[in-house]
């Protein structure tokens, strides 16, 4: 029984750890492009060194949390489809560690006239992955609010797919002094950032569907 | 030769274990929350223990429907019980030991020229009715309740399932001893008329003769539960594990309670002394009381389509398994008895009751008792040896997993 509660308790722990990795993760790389948007490299490189620790940190703990769960046969009902939240989660800081050290090897050249997009674009993305973590916490406390707040997050994505479309617009359109190459590496660079709403929708659909099944 | 004779309820309780020891802990193994050894040890030590404290209740009431006074009578009747089980489950019909048995006294009643009392045949069927009606509203009312407290109490998924967990394994405690308590009439039921064993007198507990023939049938079902109840679950397991884990929480709740109740003769005294109707003592299916919460939980889910061929079957058994088990117990008796010259009981008021205490030798008796005595100070010893063996198994586990662990973090370091 002792042992039962310990390992409880140590899961919900580091499932709480978990989240909290990501929501860090999520601010840190908010900052991380501004920071290079800014041309503060210096900022720009400790934000780097941030979100590579957190992100293993991230690793270390979704295959500890899937150790536990199958050794000591947690949630033998649900544990396939946590397992797959938090693996979704993961690949959320996997891709902002991914697009930071992008921009630090492309060091693409954004127009200073594009600042402002990119980082609406940046706050909408990342906005629709921070709405996904309350609602992540609360299908394991009160599964029957999840879908209320995954409202938000399905909002923020659409949100970012809009302004995503209109600076892809203005790139291609409007400023004619750019080289076909230069305006495709803007329209990779937006691509990167616009995937962390993308990966938060996929992670809410799942959601979505894993409430619905704990609920009924 | 007595233990010949009872060869045939053991052989009884040997399936009865097999078979409904899936009721209880099947979906927690199933779903690996509890592991099988686990399960098995848990049941079949409350198993035992409901067969030796309660089981006398249900036992009367077999007793006064026909009160089998011979042991080749007692014999015949739990084997054709158990054939008529075999030969049903071959043809995957829906059956209960306890329909058996009851058909098989009947049969007995017929050949012996006894009267069934009418009375005791009512009440046995309107219990096997009610007991699957009480299951499903106990079910409904458990559910409702626990949904509730999950709701408002807003515990940690995770730490709900660790009480859900534990709360299965005290849960099948109580199962297995309500099972015993109440199915074991159904085992060894028959043979206590016919049996007067002396009284074993251990100090702490004594055990008189038909509590002695309990252990014996508690003994075969929880031999049951360990050689061939794994199978079962793994067969049957899977109809039971598609329920979630509280679901299957307050099946088995529900289908404990059911039980306990029909076999608690505290109980029915209690009620009895507030002036309500007393509870009847009769041995129910285990397996048809769990299709009833189980139907509840639907109901209360608001599922439309209840499988009303699911239904139709356990009626249709009500009557098939008692038909089909006194026809076989009234020609297998008539085989006994002219064929083989076996003494299968007499008319009840034909025989002086100093008559039926001679049917057994007292010697023969007084050995058995001595075998059961050291047969259960060999358990107790053998029972703390497994005990202590596999808790140093355990720690030996979890140190090894823990090390493993640590070697893993050391590596990726």
Known sequence: ?216 | MILFFLTSGLFLGWSLGANDASNIFGSAVCSRIVTFRKAAVIASVFVILGAVIQGGGTSQTLGKLGSVNALGGSFTLALVSAVTVYIMTKFALPVSTTQAIVGAIIGWNFFTGNQTDGKTLTQIVLTWISGPVIGAAFAILLFMVLRRFKRSAQIHLIRFESYIRNGLIVVGAFGAYSLGANNIANVMGVFVPAFNLQEIDIGLFSLSSSQQLFLLGGLAIAFGIITYSKRVMETVGSSIIELSSEAALVVVLAQALVLFIFSSSGLSSILTSIGLPPIPMVPISSSQVIIGCVIGIGLYKGARNINFKILGEIAGGWLATPVLSGLLTFFSLFFMKNIFSLNVGYKTDTRAPDDLNNIIATGAASDMSDIIKYLLLGLLITGTLVIIFFYFLDRKKQFELRKSEEKFWKNIK
Do not use: C, W
Not at chain 1, 125 to 134: D, R
């Open chain 1, 1 to 216: 029984m002792t042992v039962f509660t310990r390992t409880t308790k140590n899961l919900i722990l580091k499932i709480d750890e978990f989240f909290d990795n990501i929501e860090l993760g999520l601010l840190v790389f908010k900052e991380g492009i501004k920071s290079y948007l800014l041309n503060d490299m210096e900022a720009f490189a400790i934000h780097i060194q941030k979100i590579e620790s957190l992100e293993s940190n991230a690793d270390r703990l979704q295959r500890s949390i899937e150790n536990e769960m199958i050794t000591h046969s947690i949630l033998p009902q649900h544990r396939a489809e946590v397992s797959s939240l938090i693996e979704e989660l993961d690949e959320i800081i996997d891709s902002m560690k991914g697009s930071l050290n992008e921009f630090n090897i492309e060091m693409p050249d954004i127009p200073s006239s594009l600042n402002n997009n990119l980082i609406n674009i940046t706050e909408f993305s990342v906005s629709a992955a921070e709405e996904l973590i309350p609602a992540a916490r609360a299908y394991f406390k009160s599964p029957h609010t999840v879908r209320e707040k995954l409202l938000k997050v399905y909002y923020y994505e659409s949100e970012t797919d809009t302004f995503s479309r209109s600076t892809r617009k203005i790139i291609f359109q409007d400023m004619k002094e750019l080289d076909l190459a230069h305006k495709a590496h803007l329209r990779y660079i937006i691509h990167h950032i616009e995937r962390i709403s993308d990966l938060a929708q996929e992670a809410a659909d799942l959601l979505s569907a894993m409430a619905i099944k704990i609920v009924m």
